[in-house]
C-alpha cells in the first residue's frame, strides 16, 4: 500500500497533467449542483460523498477539510479503523452535525445479533456521536464472532460464523428503531442476497453500497436496486484509480487496465466540459441518479472532486455507457470464503490472495 507521502507525490505529478482542465481553487463554486436524493426512509441523502478507507493519520484533516468546503456526505467503517479521527475531523470542521450525513458499516466479526447493538455503540463513541444517518451490512459473509476481524484456520483460511446475513438484518432493523440509526442498508450484496432481505424481513434496505465506475456499470443491477426503491451509493467511483487494486493479494490482472484520468474517451470528454477526467466520471454516476464517495487525502483532488456535480449530455453518457467492460477491482471472494457477487458481472477470474 502506497506511503502517503509517495500518494502526494505521485498525486502532484497528476496535477501538472490536469492544469489544462481546471486549476484548484479553495472553495466550492457556485455553479457546482448539490444534488441530493430521497432515500426510501425520507432523508435525504447528497449525490457528492467523501470516502475514508486507508491513510488513517490524514483522514482527520481531511475529513474537516472536505466538510468545510461543502462536502455533506461521509463514507466510513468500522474496518477502516479510522472513526476516531472522522469523530474528530466532523468537530473540527464546525460543520453542524445535523447538516452531516454520515454513514459507516457494521463488520463481519460483529453480524451476531446480540454482537449489533454493542458494536453499533463502538462506532457511537469513536464516531462521538449519538447517531449515525446511515448502518451498512459491510459484506454478506459472517466471519466467528469475538474481537478478531480476520478470524483464522491454521491453515489461514477465513473461519465463518455460525449467524446469517439475515439474522443480523434483523437485529440491524431493531437498531433503527432505537433512534442511533436513522436508516439501516448493505453493501456487496448479490441480487439474490437482496431477494431475502425482501422476502424474509419487513425493512426494504435504504442504500446498497457497491463498486460501480465506467468500467463495471452493472446496468441490469442498478435499475433491478431502482426499481426496489434501493438507492446505489457508488464505492470506488473512480475505478481502479486505488493503488490497493493494483497491489492487493486478489487483484486480477484487470486492475493494470488504463487508469480512469488516462482514458482517451473520458479526456475528450472532459475537456468538451473544462472538467478533468475524474470529474466526469463522478458526474456520470450523479447524472445516472446515484451518490459517489470519492476518497482523497490531497486537496486539488477533494477540491476537484467537489465540482464534480454538473450535467452532462445524453450524447455523452451514451458514450460513456460504451467503457463498460464489466471489470470488478474489489472481489474478495477466495479470502472471505464466500462467492460473493455470484449473480452479477465481472467475477470472472478472481484470484486467492490475503489482504489483511
Ligand atoms: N463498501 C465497500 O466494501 C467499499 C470498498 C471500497 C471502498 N469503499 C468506500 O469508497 C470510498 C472510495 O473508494 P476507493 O478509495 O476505493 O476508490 P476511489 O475513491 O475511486 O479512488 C481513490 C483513489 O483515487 C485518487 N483520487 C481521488 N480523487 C482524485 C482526482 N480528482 N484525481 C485523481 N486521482 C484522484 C486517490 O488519491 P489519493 O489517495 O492520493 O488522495 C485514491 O488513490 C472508500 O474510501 C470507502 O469509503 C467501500
Known amino acids: 500500500m502506497a506511503s502517503v507521502a509517495s500518494r502526494a507525490t505521485r498525486a502532484s505529478g497528476l ?3 490536469l492544469l489544462p482542465f481546471r486549476q484548484p481553487s479553495s472553495s466550492r463554486s457556485l455553479s457546482t449542483r448539490a444534488t441530493t436524493y430521497t432515500l426510501n426512509t ?20 481531511t475529513v474537516s477539510r472536505a466538510l468545510q468546503r461543502g462536502m455533506r456526505l461521509i463514507d466510513t467503517a468500522r474496518v477502516y479503523n479510522v472513526e476516531e479521527q472522522v469523530g474528530r475531523g466532523i468537530k ?10 454520515l454513514g459507516t458499516k457494521l463488520w463481519c466479526n460483529d453480524y451476531h445479533p446480540e454482537d449489533v447493538d454493542r458494536a453499533l455503540d463502538d462506532s457511537l463513541r469513536d464516531l462521538d456521536t449519538p447517531y449515525v444517518d446511515l448502518l451498512l451490512m459491510h459484506y454478506p459473509c459472517t466471519f466467528k464472532r469475538g474481537p478478531e476481524r480476520f478470524p483464522r484456520d491454521k491453515e489461514g483460511r477465513m473461519i465463518k460464523g455460525e449467524t446469517g446475513f439475515l439474522d443480523t438484518w434483523r437485529a440491524m432493523e431493531k437498531l433503527a428503531e432505537t433512534g442511533k440509526v436513522k436508516a439501516i442498508g448493505v453493501s456487496n450484496f448479490s441480487k439474490g442476497e437482496i431477494e431475502v432481505l425482501l422476502n424474509e424481513s419487513s425493512t426494504v434496505p435504504a ?5 460501480v465506475h465506467p468500467y463495471l456499470q452493472q446496468k441490469a443491477f442498478n435499475a433491478w436496486l431502482k426499481s426496489k426503491g434501493i438507492h446505489v451509493v457508488q464505492f470506488s467511483p473512480l475505478g481502479n484509480m486505488n493503488d490497493f487494486y493494483r497491489q492487493t493479494g486478489w487483484s486480477k490482472e484487470i486492475a493494470h487496465m488504463t487508469r480512469v484520468i488516462d482514458q482517451p ?8 466540459y473544462g472538467k478533468s477526467p475524474a470529474q466526469v466520471v463522478l458526474a456520470w454516476g450523479i447524472n445516472s441518479g446515484r451518490s459517489v464517495i470519492p476518497k482523497s487525502v490531497v486537496d486539488w483532488q477533494i477540491d476537484q472532486n467537489l465540482e464534480a456535480d454538473f450535467e452532462l449530455a445524453a450524447e455523452d453518457m451514451k458514450r460513456i455507457a460504451t467503457l463498460d ?3 470488478r477491482f474489489n472481489d474478495p471472494s477466495l479470502d472471505y470464503e464466500w462467492r460473493l457477487y455470484s449473480d452479477l458481472e465481472g467475477i ?3 484470484v486467492r490472495g490475503r489482504t489483511h
Not at 473540527?92 to 450525513?101: A, D, H, L, T, Y
Not at 474517451?265 to 468538451?272: G, Q, R, S, T
Open 42 to 61: 425520507g432523508a435525504k441523502i447528497p449525490a457528492l460523498g467523501f470516502g475514508t478507507f486507508q491513510d488513517p493519520d490524514s483522514q482527520e484533516g
Open 325 to 327: 467492460a464489466k471489470a
Open 92 to 101: 473540527k470542521s464546525g460543520v453542524p452535525r445535523e447538516q452531516i450525513f
Open 265 to 272: 474517451l473520458l479526456k475528450e470528454i472532459a475537456e468538451k
Open 207 to 211: 442504500v446498497h453500497q457497491m463498486e
Open 15 to 17: 496535477t501538472k497533467s
Open 348 to 350: 470472472d477470474g478472481t
